[in-house]
């Protein structure tokens, strides 16, 4: 009908649908289902014995005053290691599960100390992957190194935002941060309205973008072309589907640009570059603040705080997420 009125036949109108579905499948695109499958295998990082019933938990110890423990993911489940990092993966796999069966507090931690440094080892010789880098903060939680384990998350989740156990291990892990703490807000704009932001990887965000920009692209051309407001109408959506995807990518860089943890026990964040500079704050950072490396002067980093506020630090206490 809409054809006809405008009297220019159905073939332009068939074309338009066509290119309309296109670009919808890629906005849209489904979610790989190699991240639906490792979502049942990722770590619980939540503790407590009313959690102790859960099939991805390891079985609980017999001491009834041992803390319920998470289980790593299977090697299985892994992405084919490099043959460098597999043998540390798989020794920081079995140290994990032997430090699960230890009844005193501090050997206990001792070996969890272990499984985390054999684990990074693996990942930082090229066997990272997301289920690595969540058993990597997974062992450093136990380990009660709250600020390598946010840090191991973060990595996760630059990797697989949608790594469902790593980010319910960092929810977990920020309640284990002062309340005066400043905490990242947990969804963001794009999070709360728009899930492909977590479902679709970054490759897979610019694919789309580049797909939606060459669509709107050819439906303005065609609109001018043929002096159609209806196709210059409808070039509007994908060309909103490109803003949105564009944004989504610059948003979820900023790990790789600036996102950082402060990993010191009780950092002094202070007014200035200098030791001798006032404390910026009235207590001191604790391992697990999640900041943003504005600035580096020597050995001194100018971070952001999640509520805008800014400080100084020395750089060996805070490490970086991207690498």
Known sequence: MIGCAHGRGRMPLVALFVAMSVAGIAVAAPEPAAKVAQTAQAPQAARGATQASQAAQAPQP?????????????????????????????????????????????????????AERLLRAAAEQGAADADLWANVGTAALQAEHLGQAVVAYRRALVLDPDHRRARQNIEHARTLLPPWVPRPEGEGLLDSFFEWHRA???????????IAFALAAMLLGAGIARRSAMLRMFSLM????????????????????????????????????????PARFAEALPAGTEVRVAENRGEWSRIVLADGRDAWVPSSSVERIGR
């Open 62 to 114: 017999a001491q009834a005053a041992r803390d319920a423990q998470p289980a790593l993911v299977p090697p299985s489940s892994q992405a084919a290691p490099s043959q460098d990092g597999s043998g540390a993966m798989q020794q920081g796999i079995a140290a994990y599960q032997a430090a699960q069966e230890i009844g005193d507090r501090d050997q206990r931690l001792a070996a969890f100390a272990r």
């Open 200 to 210: 679709m990887a970054a490759g897979e965000r610019a694919g789309a973008a580049a």
């Open 238 to 277: 994908p060309a909103v589907a490109w803003a949105l995807l564009l944004a989504s990518l610059v948003i979820g860089s900023a790990d790789e640009n600036g996102g950082a943890v402060i990993v010191g026990d009780d950092t002094v964040a202070r007014a200035a570059d200098s030791r001798n500079a």
